[in-house]
């Protein structure tokens, strides 16, 4: 059985979904606006794409400002200056302190920066507990990286549509 709307249920639809909308809207950063990075390193694109030449890197808590804005991706200034994913940063600025407690309650923000990975303090008191462990295999790993210039080339004759 198919069901019809009226106009007036029609009219309440088309409202919730610009009032959604609007909402979305004012969540996200503009120009001028400053984003902390959240992962441990990120690189900074010289286009808005994933795979190509890179910019540069930041690490976790780099605070960076917007200069535009195309889709998922913001250029900006700052550490280094070019393209990065919304994925890889957090709005606003966030204010990291090592100190323990760090002078009050923890952000929601710089909860989510400290559970992403060791910081050298963490991983230096980590080896210090440890001195059994072997860490070269992830030293190696961490050395290991991957030149964005010719993975471009290579996904660019293998015609495999690098263009995200």
Do not use: C
Not at 137 to 159: C, N, P, Q, R, Y
């Amino acid at each position: 059985m198919q069901r019809v709307r009226t106009s007036k249920q029609w009219f309440a639809v088309i409202a919730a979904g610009l009032a959604l909308a609007g909402a979305v809207a004012v969540a996200a950063p503009k120009a001028g606006s400053t984003v902390t990075v959240r992962v441990m390193s990120a690189k900074v694109m010289k286009s808005p794409k994933f795979i190509g030449p890179a910019a540069g890197s930041v690490s976790r808590g780099d605070q960076l400002t917007i200069a535009e804005i195309k889709g998922d991706w913001y250029r900006v200034t700052g550490a280094k200056t070019g393209w990065i994913n919304r994925t890889s940063v957090v709005d606003g600025k966030v204010a990291l302190s090592s100190s323990p407690g760090g002078g009050g309650a923890a952000s929601r923000d710089e909860v989510e920066l400290a559970g992403r990975g060791f910081t050298p303090d963490v991983e230096e008191e980590y080896r210090g507990k440890h001195p059994d462990l072997d860490f070269s295999h992830v030293e190696a790993i961490e050395k290991t990286g991957v030149d964005l210039s010719e993975l471009g080339a290579f996904v660019e004759e293998g015609g495999l549509g690098g263009d995200q």
